[in-house]
Nanobody, 115 residues
Framework: QVQLVESGGGLVQAGGSLRLSCAASGNSFNIKIMGWYRQAPGKQRELVAS???????DYADSVKGRFAISRDNAKNTVYLQMNSLKPEDTAIYYC?????????WGQGTQVTVSS
């Protein structure tokens, strides 16, 4: 099993910044991709950003140029730096890990952006 522990969510004003962290522990070898998804009330969960083991990244169009994902392979930790936050970024953010054998989710961390 893999455990994902997220931190860094909170309340911020529009235009502000937050940094999310997600640490993986347990049986986390052969990690392929780590990433962040979000789910706003009444909406489907969507991909925000992901980073593969080789370092290639993928971003949702809505966050390109504002968010940056990074990864510390030695610590099995992924980060999401969120700048120029907008009220529409308000959601629960979930860490995701994909490896051989399946994928795993964190418990989610709330990000609220006030206007």
């Amino acid at each position: 099993q893999v455990q994902l522990v997220e931190s860094g969510g909170g309340l911020v004003q529009a235009g502000g910044s937050l940094r999310l962290s997600c640490a993986a522990s347990g049986n986390s070898f052969n990690i392929k991709i780590m990433g962040w998804y979000r789910q706003a009330p009444g909406k489907q969960r969507e991909l925000v950003a992901s980073i593969a083991s080789g370092g290639s990244t993928d971003y949702a169009d809505s966050v390109k140029g504002r968010f940056a994902i990074s990864r510390d392979n030695a610590k099995n930790t992924v980060y999401l730096q969120m700048n120029s936050l907008k009220p529409e970024d308000t959601a629960i953010y979930y860490c995701n890990l994909k490896r051989l054998g399946g994928q795993f989710w964190g418990q989610g961390t709330q990000v609220t952006v006030s206007s």
